[in-house]
Structures are given as structure tokens and as C-alpha cells.
């Protein structure tokens, strides 16, 4: 019996002992900030007086964002909802804005930065999505999810109805994920002037140089970034089962395919926006929204880039086929405020390719923000395990009074909370 | 001695498994950012495809940086010098650049993003910080050690000086620490136009809106931002022991007074800059620094919110005496382009005030890049154990020609390498 207590005792030691150096070799200290682990060796003789801070991530029942100290701004946020938990009994109408706690108010915005700046308090991740849980609503009120937007045909309208027509896929799919953040791109000048070269200045290529122009609002030193453009990516999932909700009454909605992941990316200029401009002009290549954003999402998914190469065939297309409904002049703003991320071909007369049959049935009837479109021809490649999104419901947007007692799809939301997002 | 087995076996079972509990429920994943831990629970719902990534630590022989995949800047780079390590026969002369391999080529700057931009690629940690090592010195040619700098009048000329200046604080001290980065300033306008309200853009407060403007060079999407201005932060350390080198012959330099640690933060526009203009107008509080840089500088030694108000104390007055200094022109232009860090006070008119009988009498010779001034009195409040490092040098810069054999305080990098440092 001895024998066994004197056993037990020595290997203790050496399991705990061995399972600890097992743990210190294979565990080194890891910044995990996704696919990849980036080593922070400690040790680095530089890193005496600590590493320097320059964002922090913030994590709440529904979301999870990063928050940039320099621009005041989410860096992005990342939220997981569903059918069940973007559907309930919460209301904002008790739901503060408040400085998150989390976050140094040195490197914060303040809810001061807004008042009489002419902006919205906007919503990275909406409040609505979240309407199981009070608790979960309240907490988008933390300015780690707000970002300064337009309000009046913006936050207030287009944007409002693109955040619906996200929260509507939940009836279309079991799991719904969306990454939503500011954008800052520039613009290029039209001006071809040549520069002889030599000494500073000037990174003027050929067609006029980049540039990027954007207010800040706000007290200096702490001034709060206002974006140029927003954008959203999202992934819808319907293999977690379960029974999805009916999809509103619209024409071109289809359920998903079964076992396909549905993937779209758009991008936004923050500004008034047309009602009328179809929802597919706003669709973008994840492969050229990553690098302006400068963001690998949903790395564990769209890593493989035969995956992003199949949804960026059928993203040039969808949006090929929104350009084209649009009239020449709005075409061309459009072009100017995205040059930063151009249309495939990107010519205006590029629009008159193999789609334009399908286009133009389309525009046909494009001054109605309502009308029954025909269902369009599906354009992601197959064989890559993920479609399009709107593949699946033909980026088909909610009415403009969709949120009114009889708009069409007004499902849950029909309380006109959504409107007052823009406080 | 089967019972001994036994023992041992169960032994070793309890003892990995303990441990490995314990090592579960104590080291949860933690991002560590800093002096605070930002943790990342992977168990949140909405990182079922992983999390995102914005950016990438690259750790080197002499540096640390932290690269941006938005605006293919380095966010900051991190470097620990000696005079030993600075010391040395290691040439730039086979030095290449190259696209960082810890970077995915579409997250990263290109060589050919720098050709017939009109911009340097220029160094964040310099390369002549590190002649005592070939690898070391390769290393920070590095793109994720460079920006686009305006070569002549700034990196070829008084950045170049600064540079120097800041590896000549070896001299003085056992250990030199320094932050460098880019920062995108905006400016405010002078328009007083009044908006009435209401809905979207604006942004204005009272006395015009501030705006950024700053040029891309490259292609899109990938386009890689022009900083508007670098700045550095110096941490000199003289408690390492060994023997300091001797001071260059230049009349203000006194050696650190004994266990205190010298601290000095600076901001210059990536433009031309006048060669007379003194250092210490370009002295900036730590604390307006790091809110337009959002981040935290060295978060152990200045973490301490008392240490940074005595330093920041010192650094008004020493940027009320550089600006003395400067031609009212010249304080005007001054003001513009660092209005988003104010002077104390900022009113050009503030400059007449306690220093300014110092500041005169320096003025009287500000013509000369080289004059030599009478060691002004120190600045920073007794009793937070660090000094202003402009107590300790009077941040006279190098003369201009310092690089020529015959230029004073030539020390060891006479070759004229820094001057090269433009490639």
C-alpha cells in the first residue's frame, strides 16, 4: 500500500510536470487574430517598457467588435443571429447610447462628438437583430458599435432597408453571420497633369493621382473618424437545421439550396442614396473588398481562394446587372465614389456584356422601388459549396414602408422601431 | 511493486489532467496588446468561421513592427538600440528591399507601388541604427518598416538629422528605445459658413470642419496610404550601466541625470522642411500624441497618468521656445499643419509668455542651423522620476553637413550612408 501512495505521488509529479512543459513548448504566447497566429515573442528586447495598444476587442451576447483607438471607429463587428434571436418582445425606446466601459475614453468617441455634428449615432450591428433578448438590444447602444452616418436617405432609409433585407434572410436560413465596418476610400482626380519628377511630393500615377478627402467630428485631440463608405458581408448558413420561418412575400425568393453556404459583400457610400437604386449595383468582390478594407473575414470559410474566386464571378455579374439599371448619370457617381474598388471592366460601355439580356427585362420596370422582377438566372460557378446570395433571393430589398403595419414583409419588425434607429 | 505501477499510472493521469485543467481554466486564449489583455473567447457564436484579421506583428534581430493592411503602412515600429548595436561596419550598400514574407502579398505595399510615385521608401526604424549587424541592418529594408516619405527636405534631409539625432542619445544613455509611425492629421478649414441643420453630411463645428486629405500611391484595390506626418517617441534609459560613449561636441548636450529616464515625443509633416527650424518646436505632449496616433506608447514606463503630466509639462514648454523661434510665417503654417495637436494656449500670441525670455535670446541666432545656444533650464517637474529629453540635449539637432567626415558629431557614421538612406 505504501508502494502505491509513494507511485501515485511520483506521478503526479511527472504527469503534471510533463503536461506543463507540453503546454509551455507547444503553447507559446499567440495573438490569435483569426486564420492566423501571430507570435508576440515577450522576450523581445524591445518590448521592455510593454507592447504599444491600438485597438481592443469587445465581446457582448451578440456580437463581438473591434474598436479602433484612431479613428474612433469600429474596426468591424461581427454578429451571429438567427430566426428565434432577431425575433421578440424587446423595444429600444429604453436603450441608452453609452461610452462602452471597456474602452479608454481617451481613445473613445464620446457621446458629445455627435451633437450638432450633422450625423447619426449608426448601428454597426443593428438593434433589431436582436430582439429575444433586452439585454442583447441594449448593448448595440455601446459606441463600440456606432459609427457616425448620414441620416436622412441613408442611415434612416437605404441603409435601414438593407439592414432589413439582411434580417430577413434568418427565414431563408438557420444561421445568419454578418460583418459590418466603415470604409475610408479614396477618390482619383481627374486631373492628367504630368509631373517632370524628381523630389517630394506628387504619387501621381497615369489618369491622376488617389485621393482621399473625409470629415472628422468631434474635439481635437480625440476626433472621431466619419467613414466614407460602409460596408457588410454576409454568410448565410442553413445547415444548422431546424424549421426556417416563411420567407416575406416577394417574388424572387427561394429558399437555399440545400448544404450551400450563401455569401454576399456590398459596400455602401455614406450619402443619400437614390430609394430606387437596385440592391445588386451595391454587390462587391470579396477578394477586392478584403484588401480595401484591409480584412480577412470569415477566414475559416472564404481562406480557400477557389471559394471567394466562384462568389466574385457571380458577385461581377449581379453587379453588372444592378449598373445597368442604373441611369448613365447615376452609373457614373457611382463609378467615382467606388473607383477604389472598380467594376469588372469598369467602363461604362462594359455593362453591355452577356448579362445585359436579363439587364435590361430588369430595367424595364426600374422606377419602381417594388416591382416584381422576373427571378434572374443563378450566376455563382457550381461546385464550390457556396452560392451567391443573391443567387437565392435576387438581392431583392424590403419596400420602402416595409416597416409599416402593411408593407409587404413587414414580419415582426412592424413597429416602425427600425425608423427611429437614427436617434 | 505492482501496486507501484498502479500508483504511478493513476499518478500520472491525476497529475496531467490536473494540470491541464488548471492550465484550461487559468490561461484562457488571451490577446495581448499591451499593458491590458484584451480577451478573445473563441467560443463566442459568432466566430464559428473564424475571427477577422486587420493586421500582422512582424518581429525582428532589432525591431518589432506592426503592419496595417488598410493603409500598407507599418502601424508602428518598435526598435531597442545600444551604442554597441548601432556601432559597427555593417553596410546598406547590398541591402534590397523586399515585400515582407509574413505578410500576404495582397495585405502588403509592393516594390512597384514606390516606382514613379515621386515617394521614398522610407525607413520607420532606420537602418543605421543597426551597423553592428549585417542581418539586422538587411532586416529593416523590410516593407513592413517602410512609408512613403517626401525624400527631399524631409527623409534625405531633417528626418534624416532627426534619425541621427535620436541614435546619438546613445551616447548618453545604456539603452535607447523608440516608437516610430505614421499618422493621418486632419487640418480644420477657415470657413466660418453656418448650416442650418438637419439631415446628413455637415459635420461642422464652430470654427469649420476638420478634414483629412492625404494621396494613395500604387494600384487599386491594393493602394497604399501617404501619411501626413511620422512622429517618434524616445525613450532614453541610462540605468543599464556600462559606459555611455562621449557626447558629440555640441554645447547643450550634459549627460542624464543619474536613474532618471528621458522621455520625448515629436510629430513632422511628411513635406520639406526648413533646415533652421529648431527640434524642440516639433516637441508634442505625450497625451495629445497618443489620442491622434490611438495608441499607447511604452504602456509600462508611461502607463502612469502623473508621469506623463510631468512630461507633458515640460513638452509645452520646450515647443513654446522652438516656436519663439520661428518666423511668424513659419508659426502660421506651423499651426495649420498641426492643428490637430494644439499648442498650449495654440493662439500664436501665447508664445509671449513666462519662456519667452529664453526663447529671445535663442532667436537672436536662429539663422544658423549650427549656433550655438546657451543650455536653457530645464522643464520637467521634479519628483515623477523621468526628465524631458530636451533637458538633457536642448534637442539640438545635428548640424546639416553632421554626415561629412569633417561635420561635427560625425561619431561613427561618417560614410555618408544616411544620406543614401533615401534610395
Not at 522576450?43 to 510593454?50: D, E, I, M, R, Y
Not at 481635437?220 to 416575406?248: F, I, M, N
Not at 447615376?330 to 462594359?350: C, I, N
Request: hydrophobic share 35%.
Amino acid at each position: 500500500m505504501r508502494m502505491l501512495f509513494i507511485g501515485f505521488g511520483v506521478g503526479v509529479a511527472v504527469g503534471a510536470g510533463g503536461c506543463y512543459l507540453y503546454l509551455s513548448a507547444v503553447k507559446q504566447p499567440e495573438l490569435r487574430r483569426g486564420g492566423r497566429a501571430i507570435t508576440l515573442d515577450e522576450n523581445h528586447h524591445a518590448l521592455k517598457f510593454g507592447a504599444p495598444e491600438t485597438e481592443i476587442v469587445r465581446q457582448y451576447e451578440g456580437y463581438i467588435a473591434a474598436y479602433d483607438y484612431r479613428t474612433r471607429n469600429p474596426k468591424w463587428v461581427l454578429e451571429h443571429i438567427t430566426r428565434d434571436s432577431s425575433s421578440g418582445d424587446a423595444k429600444r425606446d429604453g436603450s441608452e447610447f453609452f461610452p462602452d466601459p471597456g474602452v479608454e475614453p481617451r481613445f473613445s468617441a464620446k457621446l458629445s462628438d455627435f451633437r450638432g455634428s450633422g450625423y447619426d449615432r449608426g448601428h454597426m450591428a443593428p438593434a433589431a437583430d436582436f430582439k429575444s433578448s433586452q439585454k442583447a438590444m441594449d448593448e448595440t447602444f455601446s459606441l463600440v458599435n456606432i459609427s457616425p452616418q448620414v441620416g436622412a436617405g441613408f442611415n434612416r432609409d437605404y441603409w435601414a432597408r438593407f439592414e432589413r433585407f439582411v434580417k430577413e434572410l434568418t427565414y431563408a436560413s438557420s444561421d445568419v453571420y454578418v460583418m459590418t465596418g466603415p470604409l475610408w476610400l479614396p477618390t482619383r482626380s481627374q486631373l492628367e497633369d504630368e509631373d517632370g519628377g524628381g523630389g517630394g511630393g506628387g504619387g501621381k500615377g497615369k489618369g491622376g493621382k488617389w485621393t482621399l478627402v473625409h470629415d472628422w467630428i468631434g474635439k481635437p485631440p480625440g476626433l472621431v473618424a466619419v467613414p466614407t463608405h460602409y460596408y457588410k458581408v454576409v454568410v448565410a448558413d442553413p445547415r444548422g437545421g431546424g424549421e426556417p420561418g416563411k420567407a416575406p412575400a416577394r417574388d424572387a425568393v427561394s429558399p437555399l439550396a440545400k448544404g450551400a453556404v450563401a455569401v454576399g459583400a456590398f459596400v455602401m457610400p455614406n450619402q443619400p442614396m437614390d430609394a430606387r437604386s437596385p440592391l445588386s449595383a451595391y454587390v462587391v468582390p470579396l477578394e477586392d473588398l478584403e484588401q480595401v478594407a484591409g480584412t480577412r473575414f470569415f477566414p475559416d470559410l472564404l481562406g480557400e481562394p477557389r471559394r471567394r474566386a466562384a462568389l466574385d464571378t457571380a458577385a461581377a455579374g449581379w453587379r453588372q446587372e444592378g449598373l445597368a439599371q442604373l441611369k448613365p448619370f447615376e452609373r457614373l457617381s457611382m463609378k467615382q465614389a467606388l473607383a477604389a474598388l472598380p467594376a469588372p471592366g469598369s467602363g461604362a460601355a462594359d455593362v453591355e456584356t452577356s448579362t445585359v439580356s436579363t439587364a435590361k427585362g430588369a430595367s424595364s420596370s426600374s422606377s419602381s422601388p417594388s416591382r416584381p422582377a422576373p427571378p434572374p438566372a443563378p450566376k455563382t460557378p457550381e461546385g464550390a459549396g457556396v452560392v451567391h446570395i443573391c443567387d437565392v433571393n435576387a438581392c431583392q430589398l424590403p419596400r420602402v414602408d416595409w416597416y409599416l403595419p402593411n408593407g409587404s414583409g413587414a414580419g415582426n419588425g412592424g413597429s416602425g422601431g427600425k425608423r427611429r434607429a437614427a436617434a
